[in-house]
C-alpha cells in the first residue's frame, strides 16, 4: 500500500479512537504523530492530514447535527456569515480542522527530521 494511504488512513483511524477521550485538538495530535512514524514527502505532508481531518470532521459534525435536524447547525450558521446554511458550516468546520491537521502534521515532520539528525 502506498504511504499516502496509508498515513489518510491511520490518521482518520486515530483521530475517531482520540476523539472519545481528548478535546477538539486531539486531531492535531493524530496528524502529528502519524507525520512522525509514516513520513510523507513535500506538499502531501500538510494534504493528506489535511483532507483526511477535513472528512472526519465534515462526516462527524454532520452524523451529529442529523440526529436533531439540524436545529443548531442552523441558528450557527445564521449567526456566522453563511445564509444560514448548515452544509456550510459543516464545510467550515472540516477547513479549520483540515488546516490544524496539516500544521500539525507539518510540525511532526520536522520533529522526525530533527530526531533523525542527532
Known sequence: ???TIINFIATIVLACVLALVLPWWSV???????ALFIPLKKASVFFVPFFAILLFWAVYSYL???GND???????????PLGGNPYVLML?????GGLAAGIAAILG??????????
Do not use: D, P
Open 28 to 34: 492535531m495530535t493524530a496528524a502529528l504523530a502519524t
Open 70 to 80: 439540524f436545529t443548531l447547525a442552523k441558528r450557527i450558521a445564521i449567526l456566522l
Open 109 to 118: 515532520k520536522q520533529l522526525s527530521l530533527v530526531l533523525k539528525n542527532n
Open 64 to 66: 451529529m447535527s442529523s
Open 1 to 3: 500500500m502506498n504511504k
Open 92 to 96: 467550515v468546520t472540516g477547513i479549520v
